[in-house]
């Protein structure tokens, strides 16, 4: 029997952790996109330490390939792409415009291993004949050099972004081709807007004010961010999940304030600014901001690390060459005027 063909894009920690899931429940046949690593996984393949799925020297996927491109012409077509790459809309590529030349029409299920709300929105209007999946998944797991270090569970909520019914039986066989008894856990879940609010709790939290301050999860909290800014957040963000129609228990709130005691570690968004790296801002703080704008709520802290981290994700992609400022243009000029022009010079919408 053909087993049902898996493409992964995005081989950080989640995505590589994915792959050898695939892998050992032997269920489907997994192919993982490794771009800048690949060399190295083809000389020494990854040191892996897991403490769900055990630990393996010199691990390879059953396939892996330096570009989308490729992929789709020696492994597909493919019954499903897990997209586990950042989302960065307002950088140079999409997560649509990546994964084009690996999606069948109609034929393949994609499934969004990604954080944020309203994600879906562009992935849907892209591929309009198929299937999108929501994966809000809930693993530690890094990726360095080679080493992927994956500590606690590795569990996946799989759910449809309206609720579709045409959609569950992709989501029962997502659920038997990466569940592994006793491994993992898959929960086919019919709320995964929810689980993706109550996610947020999280990271419109502790990723910005990590990544503004360069400090890590802890020691923000032992400086007294749990009260000042991290816990009215979180309250601002489960308010606009009310308005949206959720409500977020008080629980929630308080598993994350506890959930990395004693790590002294950094989020996402923080270690992004130190590898000079571009953010999920708009995925994590500006689309839950555009439905608190929508319905009336008030947000003035989410708004402060939005604008800040905007700021931010500008200088990044200044030093990269992304966009480009030339002084003269803005000699003699009204500051009022500075944004039009540096909006036509960099070709922005």
Known sequence: MTLPKV??????????????????NGKADATLVVRSDYNLVKEKGYEINSSMYGNFHNWRPNHFVPSIDVAAKEHG?????????????????????????????????????QNGIDIEVPMKKAFPNN????????????NENGVVTAKGTDTIRIGSFNDNPKEFAAMEKFAEIYQIEGK???????????????KLVYNVSFNPLTAIVNMDVNRCQIHGANETLIRPAMRELIAIAKSDGYDIPEKTMEFFIHIGDGFFY???MCIDTRKKQLM????????????AEKNGVDAPILNTFYNLLKLKQMQLKEDKGLVKIDKEDYV??????????????NNLK
Do not use: Q
């Open 184 to 198: 993992n856990t898959v929960v086919v879940d019919h709320e995964c807007r929810k689980a993706r609010w109550e």
């Open 266 to 268: 950094c989020p996402s």
């Open 131 to 142: 299937v999108v999946l929501s994966g809000v998944i809930y693993i530690g797991s890094s």
């Open 77 to 113: 077509p493919f019954d499903f792409i897990m997209v586990t790459t950042k989302n960065i809309p307002d950088g140079p590529s999409s997560c649509e415009s990546i994964i084009e030349s690996a999606v069948t029409p109609g034929f393949t299920t994609i499934v969004l291993m």
């Open 7 to 24: 493409l992964i894009v995005g081989a950080g920690g989640i995505g590589t952790i994915n792959a050898l899931a695939l892998d050992l």
């Open 280 to 291: 999920e801002i708009e995925v994590i703080l500006g689309n839950p901001l555009k439905v």
């Open 332 to 345: 003699g000029n009204n500051s009022d005027e500075y944004p039009s022009i540096f909006i036509e010079k």
